[in-house]
């Protein structure tokens, strides 16, 4: 495509985009299509010949948007945010077009530096200690599995790196089942087995019983296993648990456990000062990660990972061939991750922090949580539902009296009607349904209009 083309559809495609951003409410929250209806309408082959960009984007607005799921809609409801405005898009446009790869310092200075500095204001937010490391990764799974390598590495001396473990002694990971899933996919993509990992069992508000977490790490012990890692959450994704931290912070110490904490939602409520306490004990951990792009409003995906001793994840992850050999002294993020292609994902932090400013971000988490406690009255002073968990900042829990059926039954009427998206948990066996409150453009009417769907189709 010639510039003068490109300038004349890149201006297209942002009008469109304003506009999509302006009536985003008129489409329906969940794709109403069936499977296979989109790639029924795709070509089986790649063209040989060129086709016109007209042709091009009239064939997106047919064939992709009809099967595309409004995750910036202002009453989506379901899973956890994935935020977007203008001012990370307006980024996402200049990371595109300059086309970074920050693997070194010497690929693109700016993407490393400006990277170091974005995670220092974000540590700063959230009350990351001073000393501690930062990060951008693509996600928290990525980030969990990192942890998971670090763990194995202190357990073993760093034997198994080189070595693998096929000499060592099982190694043994504690979390509880309210854990987000990626942490068992971890564990068989690092080779430790999901039958190593130890679910703790939990209090009656699903937050892991550091007791149990103790007696558990004593008869692996016992047994000749060696207790490797600990996985503590802030925000858990089945009901928003967050377990004691400062508690389990003491037992890793004591036993000298790698402890990792993962706050992938609900870690950005942490820039208002008020939640600070959720953090008391960080510096008993050794890292800790959370996703602005779930609630922050930069544009997925951009992970913040944070390391008590950054040496120790160089240590695990880095390979040094002579191709990649640099300047010292200087941050090579390469070695900070399993990705050594990086994308520039600091500048939408930058841009987003200085277009909107923290006082702004701060009342729409906090107006987040203030509407999740009004919606949970009105729905524990309806006769026909009950709440099961009580609002986690901007996530609760409720279901149908009727029992299960009943709530399953409701929740699938309401995403099949399009016009809000909630998504269903298990709890003590029994099915409920989710709220979670974090969409950007989301207004308090949004809430009560889609409440008032949800009754109607009851």
């Given at each position: 495509?010639?510039?003068?083309?490109?300038?004349?559809?890149?201006?297209?495609?942002?009008?469109?985009?304003?506009?999509?951003?302006?009536?985003?409410?008129?489409?329906?929250?969940?794709?109403?299509?069936?499977?296979?209806?989109?790639?029924?309408?795709?070509?089986?082959?790649?063209?040989?010949?060129?086709?016109?960009?007209?042709?091009?984007?009239?064939?997106?607005?047919?064939?992709?948007?009809?099967?595309?799921?409004?995750?910036?809609?202002?009453?989506?409801?379901?899973?956890?945010?994935?935020?977007?405005?203008?001012?990370?898009?307006?980024?996402?446009?200049?990371?595109?077009?300059?086309?970074?790869?920050?693997?070194?310092?010497?690929?693109?200075?700016?993407?490393?530096?400006?990277?170091?500095?974005?995670?220092?204001?974000?540590?700063?937010?959230?009350?990351?200690?001073?000393?501690?490391?930062?990060?951008?990764?693509?996600?928290?799974?990525?980030?969990?599995?990192?942890?998971?390598?670090?763990?194995?590495?202190?357990?073993?001396?760093?034997?198994?790196?080189?070595?693998?473990?096929?000499?060592?002694?099982?190694?043994?990971?504690?979390?509880?089942?309210?854990?987000?899933?990626?942490?068992?996919?971890?564990?068989?993509?690092?080779?430790?087995?999901?039958?190593?990992?130890?679910?703790?069992?939990?209090?009656?508000?699903?937050?892991?019983?550091?007791?149990?977490?103790?007696?558990?790490?004593?008869?692996?012990?016992?047994?000749?296993?060696?207790?490797?890692?600990?996985?503590?959450?802030?925000?858990?994704?089945?009901?928003?648990?967050?377990?004691?931290?400062?508690?389990?912070?003491?037992?890793?110490?004591?036993?000298?456990?790698?402890?990792?904490?993962?706050?992938?939602?609900?870690?950005?409520?942490?820039?208002?000062?008020?939640?600070?306490a959720f953090m008391d004990g960080i510096d008993l951990a050794d890292s800790y990660v959370f996703n602005p792009h779930k609630w922050m409003g930069i544009q997925f995906d951009c992970s913040a990972h944070f390391v008590k001793d950054k040496d120790r994840l160089i240590q695990t992850l880095t390979i040094l061939p002579e191709y990649l050999k640099s300047?010292?002294?200087?941050?090579?993020?390469?070695?900070?991750?399993?990705?050594?292609?990086?994308?520039?994902?600091?500048?939408?932090?930058?841009?987003?922090?200085?277009?909107?400013?923290?006082?702004?971000?701060?009342?729409?988490?906090?107006?987040?949580?203030?509407?999740?406690?009004?919606?949970?009255?009105?729905?524990?002073?309806?006769?026909?539902?009950?709440?099961?968990?009580?609002?986690?900042?901007?996530?609760?829990?409720?279901?149908?009296?009727?029992?299960?059926?009943?709530?399953?039954?409701?929740?699938?009427?309401?995403?099949?009607?399009?016009?809000?998206?909630?998504?269903?948990?298990?709890?003590?066996?029994?099915?409920?349904?989710?709220?979670?409150?974090?969409?950007?453009?989301?207004?308090?009417?949004?809430?009560?209009?889609s409440w008032s769907h949800l009754l109607d189709l009851r």
């Amino acid at each position: 495509m010639k510039t003068n083309n490109f300038r004349k559809h890149a201006h297209e495609l942002v009008d469109w985009v304003a506009d999509y951003m302006e009536n985003v409410r008129d489409y329906p929250v969940r794709s109403q299509c069936e499977p296979g209806d989109i790639a029924a309408q795709i070509e089986d082959e790649a063209p040989q010949q060129a086709e016109n960009f007209e042709t091009i984007f009239e064939d997106f607005k047919s064939i992709i948007m009809p099967g595309i799921t409004h995750w910036q809609h202002p009453r989506f409801f379901a899973y956890f945010p994935s935020n977007s405005t203008p001012e990370s898009q307006l980024a996402e446009m200049l990371i595109s077009a300059v086309g970074v790869n920050g693997m070194l310092w010497e690929t693109s200075p700016a993407a490393t530096e400006l990277e170091e500095k974005m995670m220092q204001w974000l540590g700063q937010l959230i009350a990351i200690p001073k000393d501690w490391s930062g990060v951008i990764q693509d996600t928290a799974s990525s980030a969990t599995f990192c942890a998971l390598l670090c763990a194995r590495e202190k357990a073993t001396d760093d034997r198994s790196n080189t070595q693998g473990l096929y000499s060592e002694k099982k190694l043994k990971y504690y979390v509880t089942h309210e854990a987000h899933s990626s942490i068992e996919k971890a564990m068989k993509m690092a080779g430790l087995g999901s039958s190593n990992i130890h679910f703790v069992a939990t209090r009656r508000d699903h937050s892991m019983d550091h007791i149990a977490l103790e007696t558990a790490i004593e008869r692996d012990l016992a047994a000749g296993h060696i207790p490797a890692g600990i996985i503590a959450c802030i925000g858990a994704t089945g009901m928003g648990a967050i377990d004691p931290l400062r508690r389990i912070g003491e037992i890793a110490k004591a036993h000298d456990i790698y402890l990792h904490v993962d706050a992938a939602w609900a870690g950005s409520a942490m820039v208002c000062p008020e939640f600070h306490a959720f953090m008391d004990g960080i510096d008993l951990a050794d890292s800790y990660v959370f996703n602005p792009h779930k609630w922050m409003g930069i544009q997925f995906d951009c992970s913040a990972h944070f390391v008590k001793d950054k040496d120790r994840l160089i240590q695990t992850l880095t390979i040094l061939p002579e191709y990649l050999k640099s300047n010292e002294g200087v941050t090579d993020y390469r070695d900070w991750g399993i990705q050594l292609g990086r994308r520039m994902r600091a500048l939408k932090v930058w841009f987003v922090l200085r277009g909107q400013g923290v006082d702004a971000i701060q009342e729409r988490i906090r107006n987040h949580i203030l509407w999740t406690e009004k919606l949970a009255a009105l729905v524990s002073d309806h006769p026909d539902f009950e709440i099961v968990t009580e609002p986690r900042f901007s996530l609760f829990t409720f279901k149908h009296k009727d029992g299960c059926e009943k709530t399953d039954a409701l929740l699938q009427a309401v995403n099949d009607a399009g016009y809000t998206y909630l998504t269903r948990s298990v709890i003590n066996k029994k099915s409920v349904i989710r709220w979670s409150i974090g969409q950007t453009d989301c207004q308090w009417q949004d809430v009560a209009d889609s409440w008032s769907h949800l009754l109607d189709l009851r």
